[in-house]
């Protein structure tokens, strides 16, 4: 990714991640946290990683809130942001601190009986 792709993925996460917080009224999006943000060549898909405290259902609900709001949020994010076009948002449940607590798990589990 170039620095220039970074610099505005940094910059959507930022906005993403307060209107979210302070605009988006929909209780069913609960706590969520945007862990990543990665864009495409063309600016035209930005691709948001999201994580949510709670179960798999509290998951999947609040996933489906944030694509209900997603005209919302990026009309928001239009108003924010100084490029010619905003991307479309693609939201993704982010599954990585799952992975990392399952490796974890099993490499004390492996130390335990050594």
């Known amino acids: 990714m170039s620095v220039k792709q970074e610099r505005v993925a940094q910059i959507i996460l930022k906005d993403v991640t307060d209107i979210i917080q302070f605009s988006l009224k929909d209780?069913?999006?609960?706590?969520?946290?945007i862990t990543d943000v990665q864009v495409t060549n063309d600016y035209s898909y930005?691709?948001?990683?999201?994580?949510?405290?709670?179960?798999?259902?509290?998951?999947?609900a609040g996933l489906?809130?944030?694509?209900r709001a997603k005209g919302f949020i990026r009309s928001e994010l239009g108003k924010r942001l100084s490029i010619r076009k905003v991307p479309d948002l693609i939201?993704?449940?982010d599954d990585s601190l799952e992975k990392g607590e399952r490796i974890?798990?099993?490499?004390?589990k492996i130390n335990n009986e050594a």
């Open 64 to 67: 489906k809130a944030l694509n």
């Open 104 to 108: 974890e798990s099993i490499i004390s």
């Open 27 to 33: 209780p069913n999006v609960g706590f969520v946290t």
């Open 46 to 60: 930005a691709t948001i990683y999201v994580s949510f405290l709670g179960k798999e259902e509290r998951k999947q």
């Open 91 to 93: 939201f993704k449940l």
